[in-house]
């Protein structure tokens, strides 16, 4: 039964009150609650919690947060005039909704603090140049694509292509590392939400992660707020000297729950019915990443957003693309080719991975570039079926090649001086008598020895030995 002392108390020290006049599903109008501001948090008299959405007229529209079911002529009281959220270095490892209520059967989540939900991104003064990479373990990512800690990269795909494993397997690599990982998850189906926690368990990222799970049956209010309830878990780790990664799988669930609160709430529709401030509610979650000035700590953000039929023009992905440092888009078209994972390398970007590469690992990156550049006209040429001349059919081997090398299922990954020492060894060799499988498998036993740059001229060509006597006499 529900103690309703604490509404009693609010009521007896003075708080505004008001009574609830209309109600819409989620949606309660209550005339009152004067002074109340936007966003402020409010207690109803049968213990259910709310968020003030709008104010005019002498009436609040208030967000229910905890149900759909309220009832006319209910008292309501002023709580806080901005809405937080309990956090604390307790809800790491933990699985819990956006109200942080547990969801995986180990008891109460330990709270040390109260954190704004809507805090403010840092200004310029307090932000540090970024410059250190996120190595993600997946080489098509840290090789071509290199996420640098405190960046905003959108990850963009159609359905089933591989954003979300995408996502596991950069939680994965960073299972031995003191980074916080939290998973925003919205709108996702029992079956899904249980894959990820699964995976997480599986490869020991559960241990410093934190998944807040706002599923298809969650209220609007709660899938609406889960976004920004992460990333407030996420600034107080970040302020309290941890390196942070935060991922919102997906913004676009969050998009659409977002414009269904605005047209019920009868706010004017804009592009495909989104509201006018949806850039906003986006661009002022996602400018929240970076890099603290007093600690050196980051936040990084990873959004995926969904682009049906790998249309990347439509509103949300054009939206999103321009508020963050880069995008990794993952396509259909690449998937069919059965490239894993299946990142378009033609359209994907990082703006400001290049600050976190050494001369040598630029250098590399350009020369990948350079040769799959070659690949795709000499591909485009095949398809003639006409005789090709042997520059053609080198720049297509070594383009398969090169997607060998890429090619990696979701349970495998590979450290950087691994990735490096791959592509050094095929660029020195040529591409003529590399096997993929056999170098990957050679790499993980002379990794362990690469202390300095100069160790991987050694390694190298330690490596082409190897290859080239399991290769056999040509």
């Known amino acids: 039964m529900y103690d309703s002392s604490a509404f009693k108390q609010l009521v007896a020290t003075g708080h505004p009150t008001g009574e609830v006049v209309g109600v819409e599903r989620f949606l309660v109008s209550v005339k009152g609650l004067n002074g109340v501001a936007v966003g402020g948090l409010v207690l109803f008299e049968s213990g259910q919690r709310g968020m003030v959405r709008e104010a005019s007229n002498g009436q609040v529209l208030v967000l229910n947060l905890d149900t759909e079911n309220t009832s006319l002529g209910e008292l309501v009281v002023v709580q806080n005039n901005s809405l937080t959220?309990?956090?604390?270095?307790?809800l790491i490892g933990r699985v819990m909704t956006p109200l942080l209520k547990p969801l995986d059967g180990k008891g109460p989540i330990p709270i040390e603090a109260n954190w704004p939900v809507f805090n403010q991104a840092p200004g310029m003064m307090e932000r540090q140049t970024l410059k250190d990479q996120l190595a993600t373990g997946v080489t098509i990512v840290d090789s071509l694509f290199p996420i640098v800690l405190g960046q905003r990269i959108a990850i963009l795909g159609d359905?089933?292509?591989?954003?979300?494993?995408?996502?596991?397997?950069?939680?994965?690599?960073?299972?031995?590392?003191?980074?916080?990982?939290?998973?925003?998850?919205?709108?996702?189906?029992?079956?899904?939400?249980?894959?990820?926690?699964?995976?997480?368990?599986?490869?020991?990222?559960?241990?410093?992660s934190i998944v807040i799970v706002a599923d298809i049956f969650s209220s609007l209010a709660q899938s609406y707020l889960a976004p920004y309830i992460g990333c407030a878990v996420a600034e107080y780790l970040w302020h309290a000297g941890r390196d942070v990664v935060v991922m919102y799988d997906d913004l676009s669930s969050h998009a659409k729950v977002y414009r269904e609160v605005s047209l019920l709430s009868r706010g004017n529709p804009g592009r495909e019915s989104y509201p006018g401030d949806m850039f906003f509610a986006h661009s002022?979650?996602?400018?929240?990443?970076?890099?603290?000035?007093?600690?050196?700590?980051?936040?990084?953000?990873?959004p995926t957003i969904l682009t049906p039929s790998d249309d990347i023009t439509a509103y949300l992905p054009t939206s999103i693309m321009s508020i963050t440092d880069g995008q990794?888009?993952?396509?259909?078209?690449?998937?069919?080719?059965?490239?894993?994972?299946?990142?378009?390398?033609?359209?994907?970007?990082?703006?400001?991975?290049?600050?976190?590469?050494?001369?040598?690992?630029?250098?590399?990156?350009?020369?990948?570039?350079?040769?799959?550049a070659q690949y795709r006209q000499a591909e485009e040429f095949a398809h003639f079926g006409a005789d090709m001349?042997?520059?053609?059919?080198?720049?297509l081997d070594f383009g398969r090649l090169i997607y060998d090398i890429l090619h990696q299922p979701a349970n495998e990954l590979f450290s950087l001086a691994e990735q490096q020492l791959m592509f050094e060894v095929i660029f020195a060799e040529g591409g003529h008598q590399v096997d993929a499988a056999t170098l990957k498998n050679l790499v993980k036993t002379v990794s362990p020895k690469l202390k300095e740059p100069a160790d991987f001229t050694a390694a190298t060509q330690q490596l082409l030995a190897e290859l080239t006597l399991k290769a056999g006499p040509v």
Do not use: C, W
Not at 85 to 90: E, P, S, Y
Not at 288 to 298: D, E, I, P, S, V
Not at 389 to 395: D, H, N, V
């Open 85 to 90: 959220t309990g956090v604390g270095t307790g």
């Open 159 to 208: 359905s089933k292509v591989g954003k979300s494993a995408f996502l596991l397997q950069v939680g994965a690599h960073q299972a031995e590392t003191d980074r916080v990982m939290v998973y925003v998850l919205i709108g996702k189906r029992r079956v899904e939400i249980d894959h990820t926690v699964s995976t997480l368990i599986a490869t020991g990222a559960m241990k410093n």
């Open 284 to 302: 002022s979650l996602l400018e929240r990443a970076g890099k603290l000035a007093k600690n050196g700590k980051t936040l990084t953000a990873l």
């Open 328 to 372: 990794l888009i993952f396509d259909m078209a690449t998937f069919r080719k059965n490239i894993r994972p299946a990142v378009n390398t033609a359209l994907s970007v990082s703006r400001v991975g290049g600050r976190a590469q050494s001369a040598r690992q630029k250098d590399i990156t350009g020369a990948l570039f350079k040769q799959l």
């Open 389 to 395: 001349a042997p520059e053609t059919r080198l720049a």
